[in-house]
């Protein structure tokens, strides 16, 4: 049996075992289902503000040519050690922390032109995997809690994201001989 094969069956076994369980401590299943799946529409109705702001927040600071400018800065602050380094890492990098479709397409952007397997491709790969949508994230989660009060967590995510960063360029650095 292939590896696909068993990824295929997973879903359907845990649905499966959801409703044996079910039956076997007598619960009402498609109560409980349809329960669930209205205070998941609430939670779904009660953040969609929030991610329209961020998306639109997102695309004005790119269709403004902000985003651009700022990663500029950025850019020049960092050839003084890091010469060379793609400025559109540096645009990546800022957008992942709000929108992962949004740095989706800018890294396809980075991959068609410098290639998948170069220093700039391999350190989009690794980023996009080893970070998460920080302002995204918190504000998603933290409305849907109603928590008012984040204390450290954005910095700990800031932190724990710029880690990611570095450690991607460093390993992409590593794999292509680069910088």
């Not at 409703?19 to 953040?47: H, N, P, W």
């Not at 902000?66 to 400025?87: H, Q």
């Not at 954005?154 to 990611?164: E, I, K, Q, R, V």
Request: with cysteine; charged share 10%.
């Amino acid at each position: 049996m292939h590896v696909v094969q068993i990824s295929n069956m997973l879903i359907p076994a845990l649905i499966f075992y959801i409703i044996a369980m079910g039956l076997s401590q007598k619960r009402d299943i498609y109560g409980c289902f349809t329960k669930g799946a209205k205070e998941g529409m609430k939670t779904v109705a009660g953040i969609v503000p929030t991610l329209i702001g961020l998306m639109i927040a997102v695309g004005v600071l790119r269709a403004s040519g902000f985003l651009d400018f700022f990663c500029k800065i950025i850019g020049n602050a960092i050839d003084g050690f890091a010469s060379g380094f793609p400025n559109e890492l540096i645009s990546l990098f800022v957008v992942k922390l709000f929108s992962s479709s949004a740095a989706t397409g800018l890294a396809l952007d980075i991959y068609k032109e410098y290639g998948t397997d170069s220093f700039a491709g391999l350190a989009t790969s690794l980023a996009l995997a080893s970070t998460e949508t920080v302002f995204y994230t918190m504000s998603v989660y933290f409305m849907a809690v109603k928590v008012s009060k984040t204390r450290w967590t954005l910095a700990g995510a800031l932190l724990a994201t710029f880690s990611g960063l570095v450690a991607s360029v460093v390993l992409a650095g590593m794999m292509t001989g680069a910088h």
